[in-house]
C-alpha cells in the first residue's frame, strides 16, 4: 500500500486553505448559528373552559392560529399553554398566576365570562402582562383603563345587543316583559340594568325577573326549572314576551323543555335570546331545536364567504373531528373566530417589535395599535377595547335550525343588508322595524300580542265608574231582568274599537262605586272588588 508524501513545498498550501477555510467559518457562523440556535420563543397563556363546546373550539382555533405562524416563521416561533378555568373566577386567577410564574408566558388570552376577566387582569397589571379577554363588562367601569392597564378587551360591551333588543320590542309595541336569566354565582346583573333602560327609552318596562338558580347548585334542575315557570301562570303576570338574558346550555335545555310542556312556547308567546344564548343554537339537536320553535336570536355578524374564512373552515373542520368526534357538530362559532384573530392580534404586535424595545410596556403598545380585519370583523384595539360598532343578525329558530330575519346596526337600526352606508337608501325608509316578514309558531296570521290573551273562561275585567256626573260619558243601570247595562260614549268607543282588532276580546264590565282615584288604583293593581 502507499501512501501520499508531503513536502515541504506542498504544506504551506495545505494549511493557506485550511486557514481561509477556517477565516470563512469565523465569519459566517455567528449569523447562520442565530437562525438555528437563537430563535425566539413567545409562551402565550390560555384560560378556557376545555371542557366546555365554547372552549374546545376556541383552543382548536388558537392551535390553528399558532400553527400557522410557526410555519411561516423560521425566527420566530408561538408556544400555548392551556390552563382549564372550570367557570370559575377564582381558578381562573390561579391559572393566571401560574402561566405567568411557571410558564413564563409574556400574554394571556382566553376568559369567557367577565367576573374571569377582571381577576386575571388584576393580576396581569401586578405582573405587567398583557391579558386580551375574550369578555366584557355589560357597564364598563368608568376607570377600568386606569385600574387594569394592561388589559385588552376582545368583545363588545352588552349595551349594542340589548339595545337591538329594545329596538325589537318598539317594533312589535310590546309594552311589557319578562327577563328569564340563571343567577351565576359571580353576579350578572348589569345586562339586567341595561335592559331596563333601554326598555324605558322605548316606552316599554320588566314586569318580572325570572331567575334560575345556577345549574351546578340544583340537584334536580327540572324541578327548579318548573317550580319557577309555574310563577308565570299567575293572573298577576300578564306579559308574554320573555327575554333569556344569560343560561348555561344544559339549564337553557330544561328551559325550554319544560316551558313548552306548560303552553308557554307557541302561539302568542314570544322569546328572545342574547347572543350567549343564540350560539347553542348551533350545537343541540333537533329535540331541543323543536322545543325552541318561534324563539328569535341575536348574533354576532362575520363575513363567511371570504378565502381565507373558507381556509380556516376546512383546517377547523379536520381537526375538530379529529379531535372531538363525540360533539357531532364541527362547525365553528364566533367564539373560535375571536380566539383566533386574538393570536393574530399578539402576532401583528410581535412583528412591530424590535430586538432593543422588547419590554411589556411597548409589547402592550404595539397591541393598542393594531388594525386589521380577522375572521370576526374588524380589528381596531384603542384604549384596552375594540372600536368599531358590531353588526349584529336577528334570527329565527325554525323547523331543524333557525333562519335570518334581518340585520342590526347600532347607527342606522334594521336593515335587510348586512352593510349600509350611512345616509344610503335603505335607511330612507323606517330603519325602527324589522325588514322581513315574521312567520310565527301555528301559522299565526298576525304579530303576537305579547301578554296573555283573554278568554271565555277568564275574561278581561273592565272597571267602570257605576256613579257619574256625565251620563253621556258613561252611564250604569240596570235593566227589568235585574242585570247591569253600559251605555255612553265611552263605552261605544269601546265596542267599536274592540270589533276592529281582528281577534276576539272576551271581556266583561265590572261597575265601580268608589272615587276615580281608588278605582284606577284597583286597575294598577289587578285588585276586583
Given at each position: 500500500m502507499t501512501f501520499p508524501i508531503f513536502t515541504f513545498n506542498k504544506l504551506p498550501k495545505l494549511w493557506l486553505l485550511l486557514l481561509v477555510a477556517a477565516?470563512?467559518?469565523?465569519?459566517?457562523?455567528?449569523?447562520?448559528?442565530?437562525?438555528?440556535?437563537?430563535?425566539?420563543?413567545?409562551?402565550?397563556?390560555?384560560?378556557?373552559?376545555?371542557?366546555?363546546?365554547?372552549?374546545?373550539?376556541?383552543?382548536?382555533?388558537?392551535?390553528?392560529?399558532?400553527?400557522?405562524?410557526?410555519?411561516?416563521?423560521?425566527?420566530?416561533?408561538?408556544?400555548?399553554?392551556?390552563?382549564?378555568?372550570?367557570?370559575?373566577?377564582?381558578?381562573?386567577?390561579?391559572?393566571?398566576?401560574?402561566?405567568?410564574?411557571?410558564?413564563?408566558?409574556?400574554?394571556?388570552?382566553?376568559?369567557?365570562?367577565?367576573?374571569?376577566a377582571a381577576l386575571v387582569a388584576d393580576i396581569g397589571s401586578q405582573f405587567k402582562v398583557p391579558v386580551i379577554s375574550f369578555s366584557a363588562p355589560a357597564i364598563t367601569p368608568p376607570l377600568a383603563s386606569s385600574r387594569w392597564p394592561f388589559l385588552i378587551r376582545m368583545a363588545h360591551s352588552d349595551s349594542n345587543q340589548i339595545k337591538c333588543i329594545a329596538a325589537v320590542i318598539q317594533s312589535y309595541n310590546w309594552r311589557r316583559v319578562v327577563t328569564v336569566y340563571e343567577d351565576y354565582a359571580y353576579g350578572g346583573d348589569g345586562m339586567l340594568a341595561l335592559l331596563s333602560k333601554a326598555l324605558q327609552d322605548v316606552g316599554s318596562e320588566i314586569e318580572y325577573n325570572l331567575v334560575l338558580p345556577p345549574f351546578s347548585f340544583v340537584s334536580d334542575p327540572k324541578d327548579a326549572v318548573q317550580e319557577e315557570l309555574t310563577k308565570l301562570l299567575s293572573e298577576k303576570i300578564q306579559s308574554r314576551v320573555f327575554i333569556v338574558l344569560q343560561s348555561s346550555l344544559p339549564m337553557m335545555i330544561h328551559l325550554f323543555r319544560e316551558a313548552k310542556k306548560m303552553g308557554l312556547v307557541g302561539n302568542d308567546m314570544v322569546w328572545i335570546l342574547t347572543d350567549r344564548v343564540t350560539s347553542f343554537l348551533d350545537i343541540v339537536n333537533t329535540s331541543v331545536i323543536h322545543s325552541m320553535e318561534g324563539a328569535l336570536g341575536i348574533k354576532n355578524y362575520y363575513y363567511d364567504n371570504t378565502s381565507s374564512y373558507q381556509t380556516f373552515l376546512t383546517q377547523f373542520r379536520q381537526k375538530f373531528i379529529s379531535e372531538y368526534p363525540e360533539e357531532g357538530y364541527y362547525e365553528p362559532g364566533f367564539y373560535a373566530l375571536r380566539a383566533h384573530d386574538s393570536i393574530a392580534i399578539i402576532t401583528q404586535a410581535m412583528d412591530r417589535l424590535s430586538s432593543n424595545t422588547s419590554s411589556p410596556k411597548s409589547f402592550l403598545d404595539n397591541i393598542f395599535t393594531t388594525s386589521f380585519v380577522g375572521l370576526s370583523g374588524e380589528i381596531n384595539v384603542k384604549a384596552g377595547k375594540l372600536l368599531h360598532s358590531p353588526m349584529l343578525r336577528i334570527v329565527i329558530v325554525v323547523g331543524r335550525g333557525y333562519r335570518e330575519l334581518d340585520f342590526w346596526i347600532p347607527e342606522f337600526g334594521f336593515s335587510n343588508q348586512p352593510v349600509v352606508a350611512k345616509g344610503g337608501a335603505e335607511n330612507s325608509t323606517d330603519a325602527t322595524r324589522l325588514k322581513r316578514p315574521v312567520i310565527w309558531p301555528g301559522d299565526l296570521q298576525r304579530n303576537p300580542k305579547g301578554w296573555l290573551m283573554p278568554t271565555d273562561t277568564k275574561r278581561m275585567i273592565i272597571g267602570v265608574p257605576g256613579r257619574t256626573s256625565f251620563e253621556k260619558f258613561v252611564k250604569v243601570s240596570t235593566n227589568d231582568a235585574g242585570k247591569e247595562e253600559y251605555n255612553g260614549f265611552c263605552i261605544e268607543l269601546f265596542r267599536k274599537v274592540r270589533e276592529v282588532l281582528g281577534y276576539d276580546l272576551p271581556y266583561q264590565f265590572v261597575p265601580y262605586n268608589g272615587t276615580y282615584d281608588d278605582l284606577v288604583h284597583h286597575v294598577y293593581n289587578k285588585v276586583r272588588t
Open positions: 477565516s470563512f467559518l469565523v465569519t459566517t457562523l455567528p449569523h447562520g448559528g442565530k437562525d438555528i440556535y437563537d430563535s425566539k420563543v413567545t409562551n402565550i397563556g390560555a384560560i378556557i373552559d376545555i371542557n366546555s363546546r365554547t372552549g374546545k373550539e376556541e383552543k382548536t382555533a388558537m392551535e390553528i392560529a399558532v400553527r400557522k405562524f410557526n410555519n411561516g416563521s423560521p425566527n420566530h416561533k408561538l408556544s400555548l399553554y392551556f390552563q382549564d378555568s372550570r367557570s370559575s373566577p377564582l381558578q381562573a386567577a390561579l391559572a393566571a398566576k401560574k402561566l405567568i410564574e411557571e410558564d413564563e408566558v409574556e400574554v394571556i388570552i382566553g376568559m369567557e365570562r367577565w367576573e374571569e
